[in-house]
């Protein structure tokens, strides 16, 4: 089971860019890496999710170095509404049992 | 279209009673999710569903846990008799049937209701 670690909490100030990184050293072959978002009194939303090099879409990207030992979700000029606790799970694809939360990253964007 | 809905947003029982949460998926969705976020812990996966029959329901704590899904469509989640220590918020989430599109751009997003908080008195 792959385990990840990711910074207990963050801030940044509204307009820069944040970079959280997750460490996931004992990643399988066939894991993937997804990010969720989760804010108060609501369910984990999907960001964003990749294998390997670099993936973007209109909300994030996510850099993934070669040996898949550690991914960087890239959050680009943030706003007030992106504070919210941000999550890296490494598993499967469909195997919901390998979906590992962690303690995730707490973001706070400060005005 | 609508998204994950669960019933009730809250629930508050008296221990040895019995609550069963209720989860209505994304119309379509073959994989249905449980997960809890007991306080002050990670969430953590109860079971999957694949359409009705149950793919893996390692994450069950015990016995008193019951989920069915009903034709694979919604899924009910009992807690019998409930104790203190069930206090917490429950999650379902839903997902299609998997997809690959080539190994950079396969995805499998869990879309996640906004959860059930259970208080056990």
């Known amino acids: 089971l792959a385990k990840t670690t990711q910074p207990i909490s963050m801030d940044s100030y509204e307009g820069q860019e944040v970079n959280i990184t997750c460490s996931h050293n004992?990643?399988?072959?066939?894991?993937?890496i997804t990010w969720y978002q989760q804010f108060p009194s609501q369910g984990p939303r999907f960001i964003i999710q990749g294998y390997k090099t670099k993936v973007t879409n209109e909300v994030a990207s996510l850099f993934i170095p070669a040996d898949r030992k550690s991914s960087t979700l890239s959050l680009p000029r943030v706003s007030l509404s992106d504070t919210a606790v941000y999550y890296c799970?490494?598993?499967?694809?469909?195997?919901?049992?390998?979906?590992?939360f962690g303690t995730g990253t707490r973001l706070t964007v400060i005005p | 279209e609508a998204g994950v809905t669960q019933f009730p947003s809250h629930s508050v029982i008296e221990k040895g009673q019995t609550v069963t949460l209720r989860c209505d998926p994304i119309?379509?969705?073959?994989?249905l999710y449980w997960y809890r976020r007991v306080m002050g812990k990670e969430i953590k996966f109860l079971l999957h569903f694949v359409k009705e029959s149950k793919q893996d329901e390692s994450g069950m704590p015990n016995n008193r846990f019951l989920a069915e899904r009903t034709g694979g469509t919604y899924s009910t989640l009992k807690v019998q008799p409930a104790e203190l220590e069930d206090s917490g918020v429950y999650f379902c989430?839903?997902?299609?049937?998997?997809?690959?599109?080539?190994?950079?751009?396969?995805?499998?997003?869990?879309?996640f209701g906004p959860g059930t908080r259970l208080t056990v008195l």
């Open positions: 799970l490494v598993g499967p694809l469909g195997g919901a049992n390998n979906l590992f």
């Open positions: 004992n990643i399988a072959t066939n894991d993937y």
């Open positions: 119309s379509g969705h073959d994989n």
């Open positions: 989430a839903s997902s299609q049937a998997l997809r690959l599109a080539g190994r950079d751009s396969s995805y499998n997003e869990q879309f």
